[in-house]
């Protein structure tokens, strides 16, 4: 998997200027755009290295054709009338099962209904502070949304991940199916799977935990 996902900072800890209450009330997650594109592809060339990194052509493919499987954690400008987001974190799919030699295989194919993560990366500056599993809980929700609507849900979510990554992956519900082959010479990496709620049961769940935030009071 081309991945550079932090270890899972609600137990490492750590902190920094991007923990602050300023920092989290302007991030902001939404569908990549076409313009988005630039700035993943800097940060997909800094994070990985050249084997796993995705090219600017495979970005837009996948934006193009994924549109929406690639979603964008954003900080908003602190200048209101400064409407240029920051990207400072990024997970791109597309609907695809690995070859039989655990081989990245990069197109979309519809019809398909495993969705597979091919990157997942965060600004150096904004790791170990939280926003890696955020952005992992705010995808799987998408997916559920995006199930409710679809012909063709989707029936599970798939990756590659390496050792210390799994801690983040665990904790975001995914389990870890078996170890893989040695991907592009960077070691032995894991398939993990999360498989994903029935629309019906997500509906139920999501319209349970509505009601159960709501403060009741007797008359």
Request: proline residues 4%; aromatic residues 10%; negative net charge.
């Amino acid at each position: 998997m081309e991945s550079e996902a932090e270890a899972d900072p609600m137990i490492n800890g750590g902190g920094s200027v991007s923990g602050s209450a300023d920092f989290w009330s302007r991030v902001k997650y939404r569908t990549a755009t076409p313009t988005d594109i630039l700035q993943v592809f800097d940060m997909e060339q800094e994070a990985l290295s050249k084997e796993e990194a995705a090219s600017k052509n495979d970005l837009r493919y996948r934006q193009h054709h994924a549109a929406p499987f690639f979603r964008c954690a954003v900080l908003e400008h602190e200048d209101e009338e400064n409407d240029e987001d920051i990207v400072i974190g990024y997970i791109s799919s597309t609907r695809c099962e690995p070859d039989e030699n655990d081989l990245f295989v990069t197109s979309h194919h519809p019809e398909i209904s495993s969705l597979m993560i091919h990157s997942m990366v965060i600004r150096n500056e904004y790791r170990h502070n939280g926003l890696g599993k955020y952005m992992v809980q705010n995808y799987v929700e998408s997916l559920q949304e995006f199930n409710e609507t679809a012909e063709n849900p989707i029936d599970r979510v798939i990756l590659f991940a390496k050792e210390n990554q799994l801690i983040l992956y665990l904790h975001c519900g995914f389990s870890v199916l078996r170890p893989s082959r040695d991907l592009n010479g960077s070691g032995i990496q894991y398939f993990l799977e999360r498989k994903l709620e029935e629309p019906s049961l997500f509906k139920k769940n999501r319209h349970d935990n509505e009601v159960g935030g709501m403060e009741c009071y007797i008359v």
